[in-house]
């Protein structure tokens, strides 16, 4: 069965910290897609990434970038030079061709606080 | 984009009443998506529609439970006989499936079920 763990629930950083969010999947598919999503606290989820199962290309958005290992079914997140807006729960998820993509299966969770 | 919008943002109500809860998603979004998250738990999936059609219920979604989108426009969901266990926060999300598979995520209704 598919399942998405994030094992860190809460982290804290001082601001200018990087940050890493691990997340770990398991999937019986080949094809499948992994997100990250960022939950502020005003409750709306905002999607951050999608990532296809065949391309373990790294990628960076400004201070944000993911590692993705298939080896090791991890997608971690990192926050460089952390700021105090950065503070939020962040989502790893997972769907999966089998499911035609229909349904997103999401991690528990980690909630980052960065402190001035 | 207006963005996808809910309502109520909060219902409390007591044990046995009836609820319901709407969700206007992005405008020519084709997917409609229903959510419940927990308290510190990720959203899991309720049920979702392709247009006016819904595909697909979880084993999550009790027969109290019922989802409607008319239109395929905005969409509703019903609990009746509401039991302290529904109180959550509910989601909808929409998708524009075939052109970006990505959810855009309304800010949810928070259920208190007294």
């Known amino acids: 069965a598919q399942k998405v763990t994030q094992a860190q629930t809460e982290i804290s950083v001082v601001e200018k910290e990087d940050v890493t969010l691990d997340c770990v999947y398991e999937?019986?598919?080949?094809?499948?897609?992994l997100f990250w999503y960022k939950q502020p606290p005003s409750g709306e989820l905002v999607f951050l990434i999608r990532?296809?199962?065949?391309?373990?290309q790294n990628e960076i958005s400004g201070r944000y970038s993911w590692n993705f290992q298939k080896s090791t079914s991890s997608f971690n997140f990192t926050i460089t030079a952390s700021q105090v807006v950065d503070s939020a729960v962040y989502f790893c998820?997972?769907?999966?061709?089998?499911?035609?993509?229909?349904?997103?299966?999401f991690g528990p969770g980690t909630s980052l606080s960065v402190i001035p | 984009d207006t963005g996808v919008s809910q309502d109520p943002r909060h219902k409390i109500t007591k044990r046995g009443q009836n609820v319901t809860f709407r969700c206007d998603p992005i405008?020519?979004?084709?997917?409609l998506y229903w959510y419940r998250q927990t308290l510190g738990q990720g959203p899991e999936f309720l049920t979702y529609?392709?247009?006016?059609?819904?595909?697909?219920k979880s084993r999550l979604l009790s027969d109290r439970f019922s989802a409607e989108r008319p239109k395929g426009s905005f969409s509703t969901l019903e609990i009746q006989r509401t039991e302290q266990g529904d109180s959550a926060m509910y989601l909808c999300a929409s998708e524009d499936r075939g052109r970006s598979e990505k959810l855009f995520f309304g800010s949810g209704t928070q259920l208190s079920v007294l």
């Open positions: 405008s020519e979004h084709n997917r």
């Open positions: 998820a997972l769907s999966e061709e089998k499911t035609s993509y229909d349904k997103v299966i």
């Open positions: 990532r296809n199962s065949f391309d373990e």
């Open positions: 999937t019986r598919d080949t094809t499948y897609y």
């Open positions: 529609f392709q247009n006016e059609a819904q595909l697909e």
